[in-house]
Every structure is written in structure tokens, then in C-alpha cells.
């Protein structure tokens, strides 16, 4: 298939990184050990009214069908939407973005120079295979042959493949502006569900509006609002990745979360080994201590944490 010319990206967010660490191989292997996913989903806390919320998507509702049931039959069913509740919260792979500066150039055959004015794009079409690994290569009128880069794939793989929700054309919700608005609505979930739906989860574009979105959130504070949500695990390993979970362990202990703090920190050393906090091992019944290492030696904000710790442990005592 031939193109006339690339659809441009518009006003998208820019490729570059957005004052955030960069994705790298060995952040994306940690991100799939099993101990760090399981970290993840625990703090996800996931609550059964939320995860199974009506959504606002225009779409028809059947009726609800009531029933009579024993003890048994409800403990059976409530452990049934457990598992699958479990399922809908499996957070997006995160892996490191695609570099489009470093295609890999096929051939070059200069004896074609002037045939044609156009860009010809080939497409393996063949059922079965991966959009990430389906091979698609560009034939430049200058007679290069390269790699497609990453909206040149978008695009084929949107013809001849098509998803749904995913759209040929990105979504003007992704330009920066109108981006930034839908943030200042707080409307997180709505944008992080679109964004996995039209993008794949190696594309830049995809990076760089997650890297805004979580700022947004941590700015603001707005971490209940992804919380029970898919997207709530891929935002801690985004703040842990950026020495960025002052906020939310000081969140966590102000509403006497101590066990959400303990996994947080845990996952920050999982993520960073070369912390000094990543040599405390946390014991059973110590939480308070092991927080305490935390903030003692790796803490941008020392001050709030030790009195939101000294909070939590007065409360506690009173409470015992």
C-alpha cells in the first residue's frame, strides 16, 4: 500500500520525556517479577462496587435479575467476582518505549531515485501474528528501505487490523491542551483507559501521557481517584521509578494505612536497589521502624513523614 504522506501527530505531546525517568529494559524486568506484581495488586485495594461500577459509555443495560440464595451460593458467587474483579485490575505492561531515531535501515538503492514521489509502505498481512512483531517496512522515494517507525505502524496495523476502540487517527483528547483540561477534571481513569486502547503500550505518545497524567495526580493528590482501578499499580511503579512516593506515604499514613506503606516501600526498593533504604528488611509486627528507615535515609520531605509517623504511632497506642 502507498501513502500520499504521513498523517502528522498534530499538537500530540511531544516524543521527549516529560522530567521523568525514562523506561529502560532492566525498570521493565523489575515491573514483571512476580513479587512486584503481586505488591501492586495488593495496593490497588480493589473494591468490588468500583471495579464493577456502571460506566458511562453510552451502552444499554440489561435489567437486573434478583434470585434467592443460600449462604453458600453468595460466598461462591462473591469469591467468583473476586477472581474476576482480579482480572480487570491486571495493569498495563509497562515497557521501554520505541526508538524511532534508531529504525533500522534495510537497503538503499539509488537506481530507483525519481521513480515515484510517494512513500510505499509493505504489510505483512498474515493472520496470527502480533501487532508489535508484525513486519512492516517503509520504501522512501530516495530508494532507502527501512523499519516503519511507530505511527507508520499504528497506521497499518489500524487498516488491515483494526481493534475496537482504537482509532486510525489519534484522538484529539491526546493534544496537549485539551489533555491538560481533562486532567484538571480529574477525569484519570477516563484518560488512561482511552490511551491503552489506542495506543500500544511501546509508543512514546503512550509514555509521555501517562508521565503527564500521573504528575497531574501527584500534584494534586489525586491518588483515591485511580485507586480499585487497573491503572492504580502502574502509577505506584511510576512514582517509585521517579523518588516520587513521599506524597502518597504520607497519604497512607494520615488515613492509618500502614500496611499500604510498608508494600509501597517495599516496591520503591524492588525499584531502586541502590537506595540506602533497600538494605532494611521488613519484619513482621515493625512496621513503624521499617517506615521509619525510609524516611531517615531516602526522604526528599523528612519533616512531614516524621510527623505523620509520630501521628500514626500515637493514634496506634491510644487505640491498643
Known amino acids: 500500500m502507498f501513502l500520499n504522506r504521513v498523517l502528522p501527530r498534530n499538537m500530540l505531546l511531544s516524543s521527549r520525556s516529560i522530567?521523568?525517568?525514562?523506561?529502560?529494559?532492566?525498570?521493565?524486568?523489575?515491573?514483571?517479577?512476580?513479587?512486584?506484581?503481586?505488591?501492586?495488586?495488593?495496593?490497588?485495594?480493589i473494591d468490588l462496587s468500583k471495579v464493577f461500577r456502571r460506566q458511562k459509555y453510552g451502552q444499554v443495560f440489561e435489567p437486573p435479575e434478583y434470585k434467592f440464595l443460600t449462604t453458600e451460593e453468595v460466598e461462591k458467587l462473591q469469591k467468583e467476582s473476586y477472581e474476576r474483579a482480579v482480572k480487570k485490575m491486571q495493569v498495563p505492561p509497562i515497557v521501554p518505549p520505541r526508538d524511532d531515531s534508531k529504525l533500522e535501515k534495510l537497503s538503499y538503492d539509488p537506481e530507483i531515485l525519481g521513480h515515484d514521489v510517494s512513500k510505499y509502505v509493505f504489510t505483512d498481512i498474515t493472520f496470527g501474528i502480533s501487532d508489535p512483531k508484525r513486519i512492516i517496512v517503509v520504501r522512501e522515494p530516495d530508494g532507502l528501505l527501512r523499519e516503519a517507525n511507530t505511527f507508520e505502524r499504528h497506521r497499518m496495523n489500524s487498516v488491515y487490523f483494526s481493534r475496537p476502540e482504537c482509532t486510525l487517527k489519534h484522538p484529539e483528547m491526546f493534544e496537549e491542551e485539551n489533555l491538560k483540561s481533562l486532567c484538571n477534571r480529574k477525569e484519570y481513569v477516563f484518560i488512561l483507559d482511552r490511551a491503552c486502547t489506542q495506543f500500544e503500550p511501546d509508543d512514546g505518545l503512550y509514555h509521555n501521557i501517562l508521565n503527564t497524567t500521573f504528575n497531574h495526580i501527584h500534584e494534586n493528590n489525586g491518588f483515591e481517584l485511580l485507586r480499585s482501578s487497573r491503572h492504580f499499580g502502574s502509577l505506584v511503579f511510576f512514582l517509585c521509578n521517579n523518588n516520587m512516593i513521599d506524597n502518597l506515604l504520607l497519604q497512607n499514613l494520615h488515613c492509618n494505612m500502614m500496611e499500604d506503606a510498608v508494600w509501597l516501600i517495599k516496591v520503591y526498593q524492588f525499584v531502586n536497589p541502590e537506595a540506602k533504604c533497600a538494605q532494611m528488611k521488613h519484619i513482621e509486627g515493625q512496621d513503624v521502624a521499617f517506615v521509619q528507615s525510609y524516611i531517615d535515609q531516602d526522604s526528599p520531605t523528612k519533616e512531614r513523614l516524621t510527623q505523620a509517623l509520630e501521628s500514626y504511632s500515637d493514634v496506634a497506642s491510644v487505640s491498643m
Do not use: C, D, G
Open 19 to 45: 522530567a521523568t525517568k525514562t523506561i529502560t529494559p532492566a525498570i521493565s524486568a523489575i515491573f514483571f517479577k512476580p513479587e512486584v506484581q503481586e505488591l501492586l495488586l495488593n495496593l490497588t485495594r
